[in-house]
């Protein structure tokens, strides 16, 4: 499928969706064409940018005094990272029981991040969220190949992102969970030129540069090349379709 269409898909599927984002309740879209991304792959196309001068704020969560900081800037996160391998479906991302949980109420969405991965099998023994906690020490996921498959919830990347991660990275995704991170806005979702998911452990201390389209894994003192993001990490950057809309002028606040 043409990688335009997985934007402007995103847009159809949000607009469905009982989900906001997470700033307000707004309502429907009107028609809005979006910058396309331009490749066969959703996720190759050319870089993003990033800006001469940024300040680093902390994350959502911060990570414990005995770990690194968790920190995050426009274009660049640097934390721990979690480590899963291949076909990690929506249903191990939030089981499907949990689905009831609305992300616009804030309390809910909370809620939500605290049981993000909680349905990945026993094979994994580091829990990705402490019992009793509402985020993860994780910042930063990486994964195998078609992460994010199985249904189209967008409750997947906003409970990854309630729980505190910025970036996903993974040898290839189902193209829905691309999708709705993009609409969301809550993580990116950047695709990795090589099998990262064998080269790094959980708990590895790592950063990832989206303007230069790079992970580093200081850790091991490995660095690994990532697939631009493209015209889909402004959309991610402002919050999601309807913010990036508002902030593009395409749509009024009164309409949001």
């Known amino acids: 499928m043409a990688a335009s269409t997985a934007v402007s898909s995103s847009i159809t599927t949000f607009k469905s969706s009982s989900f906001q984002p997470r700033a307000s309740s707004m309502n429907p879209l009107p028609s809005v064409k979006f910058p396309s991304i ?3 792959n959703p996720l190759i196309s050319h870089s993003v940018s990033a800006p001469k001068n940024y300040t680093v704020a ?3 969560s ?14 660049t996160f640097h934390g721990l990272c979690y480590v899963l391998g291949d ?11 949990y689905l009831t949980l609305v992300p616009s109420n804030p309390d809910e969405y909370k809620k939500l991040g605290s049981y993000a991965l909680c349905g990945l099998p026993s094979s994994y ?11 993860s020490k994780y ?15 967008e409750h997947a990347p906003v409970a990854l992102g309630a729980a505190g991660v910025s970036a996903v990275v993974a040898e290839s995704y189902a193209r ?3 999708r709705n991170s993009v609409s969301t806005g809550e993580v990116y979702p950047l695709e990795s030129e090589k099998r990262i998911c064998e080269e790094c452990k959980t708990g590895d201390v790592v950063t990832v540069e989206i303007g230069e389209s790079r992970l580093i894994n ?5 660095e690994y090349k990532l697939k631009p993001i493209g015209d889909a990490g402004p959309v991610i950057e402002a919050g999601g379709i309807f913010a990036y809309a508002r902030k593009a002028g395409m749509i009024s606040a009164r309409e949001a």
């Open 38 to 40: 331009s490749s066969h």
């Open 176 to 178: 829905i969970f691309f």
């Open 125 to 135: 023994q580091t829990r990705f969220v402490e019992p009793g906690e509402l985020t």
């Open 218 to 222: 200081h850790t091991t003192g490995k």
């Open 139 to 153: 910042s930063i996921v990486i994964g195998g190949d078609n992460f994010g498959c199985g249904s189209s919830r």
């Open 62 to 75: 911060a990570a414990a005094s005995t770990t690194p900081e968790t920190t995050k800037t426009a274009t």
């Open 58 to 60: 902390p994350l959502r």
């Open 87 to 97: 076909n990690i479906d929506t249903d191990q991302i939030i089981p499907a029981e």
